[in-house]
């Protein structure tokens, strides 16, 4: 059976402390050359993984932030396919002090900001959920 796609996870599947493993860089190029398309899909903000990962032309496309994020490395196009935070509820949570990451369409902070993310939500009767990933919460 010949792959003609493959996706790959970025954290604890081809990255060790957020780095890529050399050997599995050289295995997704040789996946390449023989005509394999190579995805990496992540929960990963595109911004933060593009600072961990560096140049993504290893792969031939991202998908981020739990798929709501199409990004294409060799022509630089983004496509986002969810709606976007709510700038009030990025003010809310600066306001009361949370640390966070975000992104096109979620925030991302850690697990442990959870009651406070959501009182933020209820107070601002806003249609996002959190999703929780090993010790991070992401609100979509």
Known sequence: MKLT??????DGTIARDGEVVPSVRESIAALRSSGTTVLLVT???????????????FVDGVVAENGAVVHLPESDHTTVLSPRIPEVFLAEITRRGIPFQSGHCLVDADADESQRLLEAIRALELPLVAAFNQSRVMIV
Request: proline share 0%; hydrophobic share 50%; aromatic share 4%.
């Open 5 to 10: 796609v493959l996706a790959l996870d970025y």
């Open 43 to 57: 929960g990963r903000i595109l911004d933060e993984l593009r600072g961990v990962a560096g140049d993504l032309r």
